[in-house]
Every structure is written in structure tokens, then in C-alpha cells.
């Protein structure tokens, strides 16, 4: 399998893209996203679970979802079956200094580059409709 490394920020005031991440790079090794490091998705996903300050929460039947109890850091993992299985995404909302938020997402995804690239996009743009919402804006 091919190990691929995204990062993917997006700032709420920022408009949404179509486009893949910026920082779209194959990787190896370990990854730190919203302050824990692991080897890969999986030992992020061993982390989390270990981690008391993340409740489990709904994923649906493609993911894994593990929150913050004020849900501003959201952890998602795909499940067993998935194309995109192992992968591990940590999205974090920050207020920023003249009380905006902001929005981050990392994604550590070690699956084929095809999967990995269209989970990508699919993260994009559920950031961007998140992005929107914030702004009080209508899809």
C-alpha cells in the first residue's frame, strides 16, 4: 500500500475549492494531528481511544467519530470496508482572535492514492457546506 499524508486547512473565512488539499503528498512515517502523534491512521486511532478527552460519537456506518464533549475537535475514522480504510482525519474549530472561527482539518489517510484522493475531496467539501453554515450562508 501506498502511505499518503494530507493536510487539508481550511479557514472559515476562506472560500470553499473543489481543488485537493494544497499539502497533497505521499508520506511515511509518523504524523501529529491535533497534538497526538502516531506511527499511521492506526495508531492515531489507538491514541484517540485511549485518549479521555474524546467521547464516542456517531460516524454512521463509514466511520468512526470520536468529539471533544464541546465537539470543537472531531476525530473520524473509516471503517473496515472502506475504500479509504486506514485512514484518520482530526478537524479542529478554533475562535480566533476578533471572535471568528476557524476551521483545520489534518488527514493521515494509508490507503491506495485513488481512495485516499477522493476522501480528500469529500472531506473538502463537507468543510466547505461547514464553512458556509458558519458564515450563515445557504448552500
Avoid: N
Avoid at 2 to 18: D, E, H, K, R, V
Avoid at 61 to 83: V, Y
Amino acid at each position: 500500500m501506498i502511505g499518503l499524508a494530507f493536510l487539508l486547512m481550511l479557514q472559515a473565512a476562506s472560500p470553499a475549492t473543489q481543488d485537493l488539499p494544497r499539502s497533497h503528498r505521499e508520506g511515511a512515517g509518523p504524523s501529529t494531528m491535533c497534538g497526538i502523534t502516531a506511527a499511521d491512521a492506526k495508531g492515531l486511532r489507538a491514541m484517540v481511544e485511549a485518549d479521555s478527552r474524546f467521547i464516542v460519537g456517531d460516524g454512521g456506518s463509514r466511520f468512526e467519530l470520536f468529539a471533544t464533549p464541546d465537539q470543537m475537535i472531531q476525530w473520524t475514522f473509516a471503517k473496515p470496508g472502506e475504500a479509504a480504510f486506514p485512514s484518520a482525519s482530526c478537524r479542529e474549530v478554533m475562535r480566533t482572535a476578533d471572535g471568528s472561527l476557524s476551521m483545520k482539518r489534518d488527514l493521515r489517510c494509508d490507503a491506495d492514492r485513488v481512495a485516499c484522493d477522493k476522501l480528500a475531496l469529500e472531506y473538502g467539501d463537507l468543510d466547505a457546506r461547514l464553512t458556509r453554515a458558519l458564515q450563515g450562508k445557504t448552500e
